[in-house]
């Protein structure tokens, strides 16, 4: 058996860099693929200590029922398929600056029916998000709108 | 002026730190794709918020996937009306979802529920997920949703 310095001192890289950028390329395509997800965050009815009086914040009730419909205060706004809501966002921007106006929380109750899609609660919350209404909360009874 | 080039220089450029580069780059998103894995039920379809917002604080969350019932878990178990919650990879009822987010809450008490739901999910499925977080004691909820419905 005979063995050359020269082999021995000289490894061949260039397959090993191959399967290396190959590795590379294809983790980074598969990281960049992942999308990224967003919140969408609600308040859930807490107990938190109160020092002073609490003033009874202005509190509306959204309705959404299993076919798509939006109900605010038993007023129906946009059609049961449209996502995006301008109805409902503009009349929230009201609600929000009259809340603001009289220096009152604006608050916001969602009771969705036990069959409504999560997209449609979603769209709601959306709708809340951009009229910056923040203190968004859910019905818990099981209630008629369903 | 004279201009002197070394032939040998040319010939083999060192590629000991290239290598080290890629090396370290491969290592980086190899570990960003394991990590992006941790309780994330790819076939979950999330809904779509435009005004969602791309969260800083990622800590201290713990996540329920919920799928609409009746679609099958990736281990092909079947969402049933009984186990409809996704903890770490398997199914759960809501007393087990309980005992799942009890546990985590002892570790991390500022524990911040992070619910990952299909679009077609029911919502009542969703009330029974933030019904058991309020009877354990956790009022932080928080939806998962996409920005935009674009394809992916």
Do not use: W
Not at chain 2, 15 to 25: E, R, S, Y
Request: with cysteine; aromatic share 6%.
């Amino acid at each position: 058996m005979k063995r050359s310095d020269a082999v021995m001192m000289k490894v061949d890289m260039t397959p090993m860099i191959d399967c290396v950028f190959l590795l590379l390329i294809f983790f980074m395509v598969t990281s960049t693929l992942h999308r990224q997800e967003a919140d969408i965050s609600f308040a859930l009815p807490g107990v938190a200590d109160q020092s002073e009086p609490v003033e009874i914040p202005d509190e509306q009730i959204i309705e959404i029922y299993e076919d798509g419909r939006v109900l605010l205060n038993d007023l129906e706004y946009d059609s049961p398929d449209n996502q995006e809501m301008p109805e409902l966002v503009d009349t929230l921007v009201r609600f929000k600056a009259t809340a603001d106006a009289n220096k009152v929380e604006a608050m916001i109750t969602i009771a969705p029916g036990g069959l409504v899609k999560h997209q449609r609660v979603v769209d709601v919350l959306n709708a809340c998000a951009a009229a910056k209404i923040n203190n968004v909360t859910f019905a818990m009874e099981e209630d008629d709108a369903s | 002026m004279k201009m002197k080039r070394k032939q040998d220089l040319e010939m083999d450029v060192d590629m000991t730190p290239m290598i080290d580069c890629v090396f370290l780059l491969l290592i980086f998103f190899m570990c960003v794709a394991s990590m992006s894995k941790v309780d994330m039920t790819p076939e979950l379809e999330l809904p779509v918020a435009p005004k969602a917002a791309v969260p800083e604080d990622l800590r201290a969350r713990g996540v329920i996937n919920i799928l609409p019932l009746g679609s099958l878990t990736g281990s092909g178990e079947e969402v049933t009306e009984q186990k409809p919650f996704m903890v770490s990879g398997s199914l759960v009822d809501d007393r087990g979802l309980k005992a799942a987010i009890g546990e985590r809450l002892k570790a991390e008490p500022e524990l911040r529920v992070y619910m990952r739901i299909d679009r077609n999910a029911d919502f009542k499925l969703v009330r029974r997920a933030i019904k058991a977080c309020a009877e354990v004691g956790v009022f932080d909820v928080i939806f998962g949703s996409f920005q935009s419905s674009g394809g992916g």
